[in-house]
């Protein structure tokens, strides 16, 4: 009987063609599945996966209001995480997504305000809260004096009168004229009456039948429904409908179009990153690195084609050392998702552009330290105080290098780095098998000791000099500034 054929463990890539015929909710669920089986590890392929699952999501989604989409994003990047809580990555694309969300509304926002502000209809006639921006010119209520004109009185003829006769006399009989001021004299003006004469209404002459009177509405006050100029227009149930159905729609293409440009900005992030490597490799220079990482292969590759350097690097004891000889020998080893790389993609190039590429030992690299010139490493996660998570061996490489003085650099996208604090540090570390650290052949041993295989290693801020990223070159202590431009304070806590 023939065997049937063997399937292809599915991948990122598997994952990414499965998208577009699969409905949304079953590959939300295939993805919870390949994170929690590690058969999608790594933060770039995590980064990546995530990304194309959260277009797929925006694409998909209906929504009236916007706060409708935050929260389908936000449900969906909670059950993502709470899958794989380790890979750090994946919260990070969830955050930025929901940022750039959070951000596309406001400014949508900000633009119907300013549009509702200065708005204007084209024909004044059709709309009465037009006329209210022409108002009539206002009579002063002290012309309810009795102005010269009036009473026949001229102005030029009382000054006239008033040098030829001496003054005083004039200006008594000018007021005669006139008339009395005790009986002329206006009320005072106060917030409830009009700078208009009321020829409707008399005017009020006592406090007590102040409120008594009937109130007629000024003529040149703004008619009930329209719009003054220093206010907005009214809202309307219709209007606001019509708001909600321009931000689905204008919002929509908006979004998929910045997740786009986060989805590009994963594939380009290393060639960004390998544009510093001369400014920080010189040449004749003897250079430390650890685990065959993509960002760091293309970092020392940029450099090689004008720089002559050598390359020590560390097995990575036990779980990358059987890639790590593959990368220094040559020989093609398993392709890996993610990060780590086979031969060909790494030490033949080094080794074609004329690199030295020498393989040591973790215990003879507090050794070789002092040799050494710079260390380059790679990571899986950099956290909000300059921390981060690497692989197994970093933190002792580091601790050597502050031991002999030696600079350390870290090489990493923006898209690791992560808003959440150390606060649990042991919550960060992944296990692996341990029967690599020790065998099961002695079942005496296993039974009387516990054996732990880390894959990943905490290491501190005060180890590390310098990170290099897609944005440049940044000290650890100056990191909580890139956080907080990339990520929202209202989705730190997912």
């Known amino acids: 009987m023939p065997s049937a054929p063997t399937s292809l463990s599915p991948g990122l890539q598997s994952f990414i063609k499965s998208l577009k015929g699969t409905p949304v909710e079953s590959s939300i669920e295939h993805l919870i599945s390949l994170l929690k089986r590690r058969q999608i590890k790594r933060s770039k392929s995590c980064a990546v996966a995530t990304a194309h699952l959260l277009l797929r999501v925006v694409s998909a989604f209906r929504w009236t209001e916007i706060d409708q989409l935050i929260e389908r994003i936000h449900h969906v990047g909670v059950r993502l995480c709470a899958a794989q809580p380790r890979e750090l990555a994946v919260g990070n694309i969830v955050r930025r997504v929901l940022g750039l969300i959070r951000e596309e509304a406001e400014d949508d926002r900000d633009g119907d305000s300013f549009s509702m502000a200065t708005d204007s209809p084209a024909d004044p006639s059709n709309d009465p809260g037009a006329m209210s921006w022409h108002r009539p010119s206002l009579s002063s209520s002290i012309s309810t004096l009795g102005g010269p004109a009036r009473h026949g009185v001229s102005k030029s003829t009382d000054l006239a009168r008033f040098h030829a006769d001496g003054g005083p006399d004039v200006v008594f009989n000018v007021f005669r004229s006139v008339g009395d001021l005790s009986t002329q004299r206006p009320p005072l003006l106060g917030s409830h009456t009009s700078y208009a004469v009321h020829h409707a209404a008399p005017m009020a002459t006592s406090m007590f039948n102040l409120f008594s009177r009937e109130t007629t509405r000024s003529p040149t006050s703004t008619p009930p429904g329209a719009r003054s100029p220093s206010s907005k227009r009214n809202l309307t149930a219709q209007h606001l409908s019509m708001l909600s159905t321009t931000a689905q729609r204008d919002l929509k293409p908006d979004i998929i179009g910045g997740i786009e440009e986060i989805v590009d900005e994963l594939d380009q992030v290393d060639d960004q990153i390998a544009a510093f490597a001369l400014d920080h490799i010189h040449s004749n220079e003897i250079i430390l690195t650890h685990n065959s990482s993509a960002t760091v292969q293309k970092f020392l590759l940029k450099a090689a084609a004008k720089r002559k350097f050598t390359v020590v690097h560390a097995e990575a004891f036990p779980n990358d050392h059987d890639a790590t000889y593959s990368v220094v020998t040559g020989r093609r080893g398993l392709n890996v998702d993610g990060d780590a790389l086979d031969a060909d993609a790494f030490t033949k190039p080094l080794t074609a552009a004329g690199v030295t590429v020498v ?13 050494v010139n710079k260390v380059i490493l790679g990571t899986h996660a950099v ?43 042991d919550g960060l570390i992944e296990y692996g098998d341990a029967g690599k650290v020790f065998g099961y052949d002695d079942g005496e041993m296993v039974e009387r000791v516990d054996v732990e295989n ?34 929202r304070i209202e989705d730190i806590d997912l």
């Open 383 to 425: 956290l909000a105080n300059g921390a981060l998570v690497a692989a197994a061996g970093a933190r002792m490489i580091a601790q050597a290098a502050r031991t002999h003085r030696t600079p350390v650099v870290i090489v990493s996208g923006i898209y690791k780095l992560s808003p959440e604090h150390p606060f649990d540090v």
């Open 359 to 371: 393989l040591i030992p973790d215990s003879a690299v507090f050794a070789l330290m002092s040799r």
């Open 454 to 487: 880390p894959l990943y290693d905490f290491v501190p801020a005060e180890l590390v000099n310098l990170y290099i990223t897609n944005l440049g070159g940044h000290a650890p202590s100056y990191l909580y500034r890139i956080v907080a431009d990339h990520y």
